[in-house]
């Protein structure tokens, strides 16, 4: 149905998004593990029972964005507030609800924009932009998909850059 050009095009794309899809979910699974990590900790320093389990549950939770997180942290309060009383589910809840404003706005943009290349403000937009529009999937899936629109980019303007010094080489050569 191709080219051999238009071939060896899509089969760089299709692998461009591959590698970029892994690393999307490589990272998200990384940020997960980083979250369970610290609540478990800060769940610790706090005397809440099942912390493993609960810091366990929020990571995993982390993955979904937005709503994952809220559900996570939902849960481990409810479970606080039998375990360990109001007062301690309160605090347990402010401490959270921080550490997932962390998490959202510093260390998931860092770890995502290091694996993906591309900027910490342009993840920010993406999530926030894509979610707008498309709801959860969006939220999920706006991350890749700027990281693809990149590629994109980048490759049609190395394609012109590559066109223009072809055209300066014709000149040169014609003088």
Known sequence: FLSKTGYNKFAKYYKDT?????????????????VGIITTIAMTIM???????LGFLIGIMNIIPYFGAIIGVGISVIITIFTGGWMKAIWLCLVLIILQ??????????ILGNSLRISRILIIFAVTFFGAYFGVLGMFLGVPIIAMIKVFILDYIDEKNLERIADRVVNIGER
Do not use: E, G, M, W
């Open 18 to 34: 591959n590698s970029i899809f892994y690393r999307f979910i490589t990272a998200q699974v990384v940020d997960a593990i980083i």
């Open 101 to 110: 404003q962390i998490d959202a706005n510093i260390i998931n943009p860092k």
């Open 47 to 53: 005397n809440v029972k099942y912390a493993t389990l």
